[in-house]
């Protein structure tokens, strides 16, 4: 239990830096990265928004992140719930395998996404290109 936990706060920590890097990348850097999807084919891909609906949700402003990317917005609870769930599994019982509610959230948000990738190229769907 004890070297889960080491584990789990070493993943914890790494996946800390790696967000507030991000952030600050994306605060300092300037406001695009650019999409290749975009830049290739002039189509939105399902992450597309996605910066803009970082920095709008790091003034805790939820209308404009919901613009920017509503898949995403829809979706980070539902991820969060899911990497936290999985984190107490192992945590607990030090298992690894997905439960069938965990794959099926995950598989849902997949297919979430790519359906949400293809209709906000023909549909209104926030943010366009
Ligand atoms: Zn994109």
């Not at 996946?15 to 290739?40: N, Q």
């Not at 597309?48 to 404009?64: K, Q, S």
């Not at 959230?105 to 979430?112: K, M, P």
Request: glycine share 6%; aromatic share 12%; proline share 4%.
């Amino acid at each position: 239990m004890k070297k889960r936990l080491l584990y789990t706060a070493a993943v914890l920590a790494v996946l800390l830096a790696l967000v507030t890097a991000g952030i600050l990348f994306i605060e300092f850097y300037g406001r695009k990265i650019h999409c290749p999807s975009l830049t290739l084919f002039g189509q939105l891909c399902p992450f597309c928004g996605a910066t803009r609906m970082v920095r709008a949700l790091i003034r805790f402003d939820l209308t404009t992140a919901f613009y920017c990317n509503p898949a995403l917005v829809i979706l980070i609870p539902v991820l969060g719930f899911t990497a936290a769930s999985y984190g107490v599994r192992y945590l607990r019982f030090g298992r690894l395998n997905l439960t069938r509610l965990q794959a099926v959230l995950l598989i849902a948000s997949l297919a979430l996404l790519l359906i949400f990738g293809v209709l906000r190229n023909f549909l209104p769907l926030g943010l366009t290109a």
